[in-house]
T-cell receptor, first 114, second 114 residues
């Protein structure tokens, strides 16, 4: 089976812009989770989608949003980008809810905000 | 809110030796999951080991084993016969509650010296 794929792998944006990141889970997986990873804050949970419904949400402002499509592919959007949004954004998929199952992580999207 | 604490930001071990990474968590739940994930440099995060709280037996995966102390809310990872390929950032994670929301620790950076 193909692993979790994320596009694009690298992205450079300027403050105030918006960005959309994409994640394709492993075939058959119904859960997709998103994480933000930075040297200072470590790995922070953004949200989890399961069968097109948001099941869990982290402590991020409303500028961060996501969705999941019927084929389980997921997108996350960040509006009005800030310098502090520069990070590695990781996507992970699992058969069942992420917290009760093994997650398979993608390679991440490196976002740089200038 | 649940918290996961990894008190060792960095650890080092000699090749072929044994090392133990610490993790403590805070929860009022009786049923939950605990995980150790490994993130090698510039490579994707992978699951190392998973423990279900209702199982008293400590989980083991080849050279990786855990010491799960439910009453003490401790979940340490022991790596035996350390190999150069074990060098990575190790994250401890907890999930519980009705939606099994995941909480990650800050991580422990493990260096393996030849």
């Amino acid at each position: 089976k193909a692993g979790v794929t994320q596009t694009p792998r690298y992205l450079i944006k300027t403050r105030g812009q918006q960005v959309t990141l994409s994640c394709s889970p492993i075939s058959g997986h119904r859960s997709v989770s998103w994480y933000q990873q930075t040297p200072g804050q470590g790995l922070q949970f953004l949200f989890e989608y399961f069968s097109e419904t948001q099941r869990n949400k982290g402590n991020f402002p409303g500028r961060f949003s996501g969705r999941q499509f019927s084929n389980s592919r997921s997108e996350m959007n960040v509006s009005t980008l800030e310098l502090g949004d520069s990070a590695l954004y990781l996507c992970a998929s699992s058969l069942e809810l992420a917290g009760a199952d093994t997650q398979y992580f993608g390679p991440g999207t490196r976002l740089t905000v200038l | 809110a649940q918290t996961v604490t990894q008190s060792q930001p960095e650890m080092s071990v000699q090749e072929a030796e044994t090392v133990t990474l610490s993790c403590t968590y805070d929860t009022s739940e009786s049923d939950y999951y605990l995980f150790w994930y490994k993130q090698p440099p510039s490579r994707q995060m992978i699951l190392v080991i998973r423990q279900e709280a209702y199982k008293q037996q400590n989980a083991t995966e080849n050279r990786f084993s855990v010491n799960f102390q439910k009453a003490a809310k401790s979940f340490s990872l022991k790596i035996s016969d350390s190999q150069l390929g074990d060098a990575a950032m190790y994250f401890c994670a907890y999930s519980g509650g009705s939606n099994y929301k995941l909480t990650f620790g800050k991580g422990t950076l493990l260096t393996v010296n030849p």
